[in-house]
C-alpha cells in the first residue's frame, strides 16, 4: 500500500470513529489524525524519486544518500533526518548539526523566519529508528544552538524504563517548519 492511500485510510478512519463517538474527544481525535497524516505527505511527496544529490540547495529541495528531494507545498521549510542528525532530505533548511547526545540544530535557509517565533511540527520517522518507546520535541529559544533567530533546537529522547527518558541519537525525524 503506497502513502497516499495509507493517509486516505486513515483520514476515513478517524473521522469514522469520531462519528461513531458523536462527541467533542472524537472530533478532536480525528483533527489530530487529520494533521499528522497532512504532515507526513508533505514530507514524503517527493520521496519516490531518488537523485541522489547533495549539493547545496540554494532554495530548492535537496536529496541526500538517495533519497527524493522533499516535495513542500505547505510551509516553509521540511526535513528528513536520520539517527544522530544525518540530514537525509530537505527543503529550506541548511543543516542539522548534533550538539550532544539526543541535541541537534537545525539552520533555517530563510532568514526572514524568526525560528524564536516558529512552531515547527516533529515526528518520530519509526522506520530507520531503533526502539519502541521514542520521542522528538522542539526547545523553543534553542539555547544549545549559536543563535536561536535562525536555528531550531530538536531534542531526541529514549524511554528505557518506565517514566524515565533519556536523551538518545537512535531516534530518526522529521520537522516541518509551517
Known amino acids: 500500500m503506497d502513502l497516499r492511500c495509507f493517509c486516505v485510510r486513515a483520514i ?21 489524525v487529520v494533521a499528522l497524516v497532512v504532515a507526513a505527505m508533505a514530507l514524503a511527496g517527493g520521496a519516490i524519486a531518488a537523485t541522489g544529490s547533495s549539493q547545496s540547495n540554494g532554495g530548492d ?8 528531494p522533499v516535495n513542500l507545498k505547505y510551509g ?4 528528513y533526518v536520520d539517527q544522530g542528525g544525518e540530514l537525509l532530505a530537505a527543503k529550506g533548511i541548511v543543516k542539522v548539526v548534533r550538539k550532544d547526545v539526543g541535541i541537534f540544530c ?11 517565533r516558529t512552531v515547527p511540527q516533529l515526528t518520530v520517522e519509526w522506520g530507520n529508528s531503533s526502539g519502541f518507546d521514542l520521542d522528538v520535541q522542539w526547545y523553543q529559544g534553542a539555547p544549545d544552538c549559536k543563535s536561536n533567530k535562525h536555528w531550531i ?26
Do not use: C, Y
Open 76 to 79: 516553509r521549510a521540511a526535513a
Open 12 to 32: 476515513r478512519g478517524a473521522v469514522d470513529e469520531a462519528k461513531s463517538e458523536g462527541g467533542n474527544i472524537g472530533m478532536k481525535r480525528a483533527r489530530v
Open 61 to 68: 529541495a535537496v536529496a541526500h544518500r538517495g533519497i527524493g
Open 106 to 116: 537545525v539552520l533555517l535557509q530563510d532568514k526572514s523566519i524568526n525560528a524564536a
Open 153 to 178: 533546537e530538536v531534542m531526541t529522547f529514549t524511554e528505557p524504563s518506565a517514566g524515565v527518558w533519556d536523551f538518545d541519537d537512535i531516534v530518526a525525524w522529521n520537522i516541518v517548519v509551517p
